[in-house]
């Protein structure tokens, strides 16, 4: 049987970070390095909201724009909206100014490449930012694993609709495990199929905390992916609309349909 939802189809692009947009609006791409895996550079963030549908109606407006936004939920329980990958913060507060002055956004913060949360036990309790992001590694799991792991966990519960209406069906996935690495300071590619062919292959019984997990019908057709958290299980976006939640491997339906594993950090 079918899942409903469970799409991610890949060759579509993916409304997060921003890939192209209209004139007036346009924020510099950066060089991918090998594998298509970068460092992100500083990015913009705008909004305090209280209540999670103000900080989607932001992201819908930008994308409407061309924008790759996505928001997240903060330690103080606000959410914000973020996007951009700016090579230096001079540049991010012209673009921000930019925005500003097409009314587009009111005031803003520039991001710096760092990872947002740092190191922390499971879910719960608030943590404070770490400092900076070392390098990005391809070699063994890092901490910065662990980071991505727990950064995921903090989404789980949060209705996510990647730019309301506007957002092709089946892009969630991708663009869920995009924006956590996108909060741990690095950029990979933006379908579920390209981020399959990025990073470096893992058994399945070496998982680590932070490794992508793919979902299809062959190693050519993945249609969804999900964040490794530890313990067999793994959180993910099912579908446009839904909350995002933790899964286990050995479902059924997962176990059935398992490709691969990749790890990025």
Not at 48 to 74: D, H, M, P, W
Not at 222 to 237: D, E, K, P, S
Not at 238 to 261: H, L, M, N, Q, V
Request: proline residues 5%.
């Amino acid at each position: 049987m079918k899942r409903k939802g469970l799409i991610c189809a890949p060759g579509v692009a993916l409304l997060l970070l921003l890939v192209t947009v209209t004139p007036g609006c346009a924020i510099p791409s950066r060089p991918e390095a090998s594998g298509g895996i970068t460092r992100l550079g500083f990015s913009i963030q705008v909004g305090a909201f209280a209540e999670v549908k103000n900080a989607e109606r932001l992201t819908a407006k930008l994308q409407s724009k061309g924008i790759e936004a996505f928001y997240f939920r903060k330690d103080s329980g606000v959410y914000v909206v973020r996007f951009g990958d700016y090579r230096s913060r001079d540049m991010a507060r012209k673009g921000a100014e930019k925005l500003v002055a097409e009314k587009l956004i009111d005031s803003y913060f520039i991001a710096s490449p760092d990872a947002v949360f740092k190191k922390s036990q499971r879910v719960t309790q608030p943590v404070e930012p770490q400092k900076s992001l070392p390098p990005v590694k391809r070699s063994g799991a890092t901490d910065m694993g662990s980071i991505a792991a727990r950064t995921a966990e903090r989404f789980v519960g949060i209705p996510y609709r990647w730019g309301g209406d506007n957002v092709v069906e089946g892009m969630d996935c991708s663009g869920f495990v995009r924006a956590v690495y996108n909060l741990c300071g690095v950029n990979i590619p933006r379908t579920s199929g390209e981020q399959y062919r990025a990073g470096d292959k893992v058994e399945r019984e070496n998982l680590m905390d932070g490794d992508l997990i793919f979902f299809g019908s062959s190693a050519d057709r993945i249609n969804h992916v999900g964040i490794y958290v530890g313990g067999g299980r793994f959180v993910h976006a099912p579908r446009r609309g839904d909350e995002i939640k933790i899964s286990t491997i050995d479902e059924k339906y997962f176990a059935e349909r398992f490709i691969g594993a990749k790890r990025y950090f």
